[in-house]
């Protein structure tokens, strides 16, 4: 199903090379958000944007960056201060308003070596 | 911030029985309280959310309680099915401020044994 999608599902990087994910969406969402998922640690949230041309720092932002240009847009990109990248990355937008659920993309699986 | 814990990390049930996973949290702020289900391979979707002005909300098999005095709140899913398998994840916001993200608390693999 549409509506937010991530590219691309998996990524391999070397150590020390930025790596930029995409996340799109045609929903109209205003806000978009990027998560963290790994094994027994839920999801940890890395940045997120109420509106285009603002975000703000999340619980582990360090060693990533993002930019929203656009409404539907929101790439983040991992970069190499970023001292454990291996992860799987979710993306997902909302309207931002009260008790609006989340819409998740289908992740993207980065490794890198 | 926010720090949302939550119980059991694993949770294995017979096919009709119930299961109840909980959730602590840290910000007596916090009014908003949705559960996500993520099967194997696939997105996290929304099953059901409370509000902190409600103590208890029903969907069919799936419930959730708020207890606000003790920041805790569970799920109950009753008379479980193999489709029920899947990890849930509780998450815990305070809406109507400027910040809107959602914690997560680590998640429950559900398995239902057929």
């Known amino acids: 199903d549409g509506g937010i999608t991530q590219s691309p599902k998996y990524l391999f990087r070397k150590e020390g090379q930025n790596v930029t994910l995409s996340c799109e969406q045609n929903?109209?969402?205003?806000?978009m958000y990027w998560y963290r998922q790994d094994p027994g640690q839920g999801l940890r949230l890395i940045y997120y944007?109420?509106?285009?041309?603002?975000?703000q720092k999340g619980d582990i932002a360090e060693g990533y960056s993002v930019s929203r240009e656009k409404k539907e847009s929101f790439p983040l990109t991992v970069t190499s201060a970023q001292k454990n990248p291996t992860a799987f990355y979710l993306c997902?937008?909302?309207?931002?308003?009260?008790?609006?659920?989340?819409?998740f993309g289908n992740g993207t699986r980065l490794t890198v070596t | 911030g926010e720090n949302v814990e939550q119980h059991p990390s694993t949770l294995s049930v017979q096919e009709g029985d119930s299961a109840v996973i909980k959730c602590t949290y840290s910000?007596?702020?916090?009014?908003?309280f949705p559960w996500y289900k993520q099967e194997l391979g696939k997105r996290p979707q929304l099953i059901i959310d409370?509000?902190?002005?409600?103590g208890e909300k029903k969907d069919q098999r799936i419930a959730v309680t708020l207890n606000k005095t003790a920041k805790h709140f569970s799920l109950h899913i009753t008379e479980t099915q193999p489709e029920d398998s899947a990890v849930y994840f509780c998450?815990?916001?305070?809406?109507?401020?400027?910040?809107?993200?959602?914690?997560f608390g680590s998640g429950t693999r559900l398995q239902v044994q057929p």
């Open positions: 944007s109420q509106i285009v041309n603002d975000f």
């Open positions: 409370i509000r902190s002005n409600v």
């Open positions: 910000d007596s702020a916090s009014n908003y």
């Open positions: 997902a937008s909302s309207w931002g308003q009260d008790n609006s659920p989340l819409h």
């Open positions: 929903l109209n969402h205003d806000a």
């Open positions: 998450a815990a916001s305070i809406v109507d401020t400027g910040r809107r993200a959602l914690t």
